[in-house]
């Protein structure tokens, strides 16, 4: 037992798990997700190409079921499931993926709405023409073979890429530590900026530029964004806009549609549709009649039909903004070179690419050169024969057997055994006079071929002269327009409001229990045109009632410090006679968080607004409203509340008033408002009001010099008015003073123990007391003695003993 436990050695987790994942993520990046350099192919496709190819399924021959070349791939050269290889065929016979497919197929190869292919035992492929110049030259030893999975067949490292796949075709992937975009290009122009480089290896990237102008996609849309452009050919990475091809038609009776001809590249057409369909049945803009896709024949079309008077423009820009009409494409050419994954600007990508066709023409000019010498060597020797006709004949005639001839021809003559060789194999007809003449031509001509192949091989001039004229032929036969429109400058999105929603009057109600509903001005008269009559649950009050216009926005500020952008349409509407809903239903408020405060906002903008809060702890803050604005829909941040304490009310103020703080045990202070210096959007305040233990404020409101009163309620109905002259203004944190006294003891009769609310009245006000079991009271402020600071007050309304206001 001890020699087996000394040949085990500890190891760490974080080494073998480094190593193994390591291994793992250098074959996803080299062998699967990341294309080459040089023929812009990853691994599977290379594969399928050249089992293709091997196997003769040419654009000359009949289609081929796709299962045959899937097996064909699968037993040669990659060892993995069918379903990625089909895949990868796939891919490579869709004309909206790929710039200039690759596979010819034939059936059902899937559609731009995302439908699946049919399985591969139903569909039928050959290569494309242009697969055709991805392979041209791979027999004559261009690339180099390495043994297949099971060393029992070759397959290409690389594949010759007569023209640069990939910038025009592209490609995307992804893998450990890397990913790759890399857009389809124009042919014509990278052909172009490929010999321009070629022949001006320092040519700057401005100058290539104004050959490729930017991608080509096979959907076509229009690109915004030069700058993006830019970056991406300078280094790889860069953003741009895709727009959608969209056009407003007029039809009879005053309305409008918008058309679709072409979407953004690889955008899921039917999801779009989809998507835009439910804009128009949630109702998020008015004026969408209809979406329909008349996709067919003709190809893409997509209608967006518009009622009338609708705003065409308008609308076009919500749904560009809000769905995939635009889109923004980010650049990240991330390609293998010499067996690593780099990020490449557009010329560092030719630069690859040029280099590799060098190879590639090299490699074949020698191929050709050596098939060429030797096919000169037999032709001298034919010729040679030919001459010395006779003693040929002789020689050969006197031999025992072949062997011997060889030995002889080579021996008496000189010949190599090469040329001896094809002597002997050597047809009688070849003796005529015309055959002796075309021998003669042929090693002419074969002559005049080696001396151009020598000098392909020995000038870079001519080599670089051969892949600019065969590029140039590939250009004019398989050139397309360009399909994608550039501009330059990115428009932004600006949406209306006015686009959204119908401007409309309405009533927005909220309810003691935080219950909201929003009613048209129709509904309401209607219903009566009551104000005070609004439907409720039992028990429940309406706390504030706002006239509003749908283009409105409302803060709505909680207890716990958050608050809402709650534009007044997305408050569902109701009947006036009718509850509403939980305010819950419209906004995501917190779990035993509750509503403080809700104010309308106009310009959100406006310089001299400020939003104050105050809390039940003192504490007061002042923020300039413009803080505020937000394009959020959830809850955000409006104030710090420290722990125990909440949000009393907020309120929108011009920073010239003073504000009067009433506490519940009778206390108040009165401060200039200016004394609270304007903080951050989360600042938690500044003390407005020094409590005493247990103390809390119930009342805050704004005063303006000395005019008016203070009314002071218990909780038991008792009230007081005191003019705000006897409230001298204070510093703000200060104690404050008394503003009620109350009464208990055995033989007087109690006014209450502290204060419900205070109010400040400069005109006769008519106030509603509800207790805690609902019973309403209704009296004015009138009918409150005035009387100084510290005064008792005098029972307004009749509480029973355990019921409380």
């Known amino acids: 037992m001890s020699s087996l436990s000394e040949q085990f050695l500890p190891a760490f987790l974080e080494e073998v798990v480094g190593d193994r994942f390591g291994r793992y993520s250098k074959y996803i990046i080299q062998d699967r997700a990341i294309p080459d350099v040089r023929d812009g192919l990853k691994p599977v496709q290379r594969r399928i190409l050249y089992a293709m190819y091997d196997s003769g399924n040419t654009p000359d021959k009949p289609y081929r079921k796709s299962a045959k070349t899937v097996g064909d791939v699968m037993g040669n050269y990659h060892p993995h499931g069918d379903s990625s290889i089909y895949e990868g065929m796939v891919r490579m016979a869709q004309p909206w993926k790929m710039g200039h497919v690759l596979i010819d197929g034939h059936g059902n190869w899937g559609s731009m709405d995302d439908d699946p292919a049919a399985a591969m035992r139903y569909t039928e492929a050959r290569l494309s023409p242009i697969a055709m110049e991805m392979m041209r030259d791979i027999e004559k030893r261009t690339v180099l073979f390495k043994d297949n999975f099971d060393n029992t067949a070759k397959e290409p490292v690389v594949v010759p890429s007569r023209y640069p796949n990939l910038l025009v075709n592209g490609t995307s992937g992804i893998s450990a530590g890397f990913a790759t975009e890399i857009p389809p290009h124009n042919l014509r122009e990278v052909i172009d900026a490929c010999i321009a480089v070629m022949q001006k290896p320092d040519i700057a990237l401005e100058d290539i530029m104004t050959f490729i102008k930017g991608p080509d996609f096979p959907t076509g849309g229009t690109i915004m964004g030069g700058e993006g452009i830019m970056d991406a050919y300078r280094t790889g990475k860069g953003r741009i806009y895709l727009r959608s091809k969209t056009e407003i038609e007029n039809l009879r009776g005053g309305k409008q549609q918008i058309v679709i001809t072409e979407v953004p590249f690889q955008i899921v057409k039917s ?27 003709d ?23 809000k769905t995939d009409l635009q889109v923004t494409y980010n650049f990240n050419m991330v390609a293998i070179v010499n067996k690593s994954p780099q990020q490449l600007g557009l010329k560092a990508i030719l630069e690859a690419y ?23 060597h037999v032709l001298e020797g034919l010729v040679k024969a030919l001459n010395i006709l006779d003693e040929v004949i002789a020689a050969i005639k006197a031999s025992k057997n072949r062997q011997d001839a060889q030995n002889n021809l080579v021996w008496m003559f000189g010949f190599s055994e090469r040329q001896a060789d ?54 004019d036969k398989y050139g397309i327009d360009r399909r994608s429109l550039i501009q330059g400058e990115v428009e932004e999105l600006k949406v209306s409001l006015e686009v959204l929603v119908n ?83 419209v906004i995501g408020l917190a779990k035993g968080d509750g509503i403080a405060s809700i104010l309308p906002v106009g310009n959100m903008d406006d310089p001299g607004a400020s939003l104050v809060f105050v809390t039940r702890k003192g504490q007061v803050k002042r923020t300039e409203l413009k803080e505020y604005s937000t394009s959020r829909s959830g809850a955000v941040a409006a104030c710090k509340v420290a722990e125990g304490d909440e949000v009393l009310t907020v309120a929108l103020s011009s920073g010239d008033k003073e504000i009067v703080l009433v506490t519940r045990e009778g206390m108040s202070i009165r401060f200039r408002e200016n004394e609270v210096n304007p903080m951050g959007r989360v600042a938690s305040g500044v003390r407005g009001i020094q409590l005493r233990e247990g103390d809390e404020v119930v009342s805050c409101f704004w005063v303006n010099e000395d005019e008016g009163e203070i009314l002071a309620v218990t909780e038991i109905g008792y009230a007081k008015r005191t003019l705000l002259l006897d409230y001298p203004a204070q510093s703000r944190g200060g104690k404050g003073m008394p503003t009620f006294e109350f009464k208990e003891g055995k033989r007087v009769r109690p006014n209450g123990s502290r204060i419900s609310g205070a109010f400040y009245c400069r005109e006769p006000l008519e106030l509603v007391a509800i207790t805690r079991e609902g019973a309403t009271h209704s009296f004015s402020s009138e009918s409150a003695p005035l009387s100084e600071r510290r005064s008792i007050g005098k029972q307004l309304v009749s509480v029973e003993k355990r019921t409380r206001l």
């Open 354 to 376: 040029i280099a590799h066709q060098r190879e590639v023409v090299t490699h074949r000019t020698q191929f050709d050169l050596e098939k060429a010498e030797d096919r000169a």
């Open 422 to 475: 094809s002597i002997l194999t050597l047809q009688l007809y070849r003796l005529t006079n015309l055959e002796i003449h075309s021998l003669q031509k042929e090693l002419d001509e074969m002559n005049a071929r080696i001396a151009v192949l020598k000098g392909i091989l020995e000038s870079d001039k001519k080599l670089i002269a051969v892949i600019r004229k065969e590029l140039i032929e590939i250009r």
């Open 503 to 585: 401007a409309e009057d309405v009533l927005v109600a909220l309810s003691a229990d935080g219950y909201i509903k929003r009613t048209g001005m129709l509904s309401f008269t209607r219903s009566g045109g009551e104000r005070h009559a609004s439907g409720v649950k039992e028990g429940d009050h309406i706390i504030r009632l706002m006239d509003l216009n749908t283009r409105d926005s409302l803060l709505v500020f909680t207890r716990k410090g958050q608050y809402f952008l709650l534009p007044v349409h997305q408050i569902p509407e109701f009947k006036w006679k009718e509850p509403g809903t939980a305010i819950v239903n």
């Open 299 to 321: 190809g893409l079309r997509i209608v967006v039909e518009l009622k009338k008077e609708a705003d065409a423009q308008g609308i076009l820009a919500y749904l560009l903004k």
């Open 271 to 297: 999801r779009l549709v989809t998507s835009m369909e439910n804009i128009r049945l949630e109702k998020k803009i008015e004026g969408i009649a209809e979406v329909r896709d008349e996709s067919g024949r």
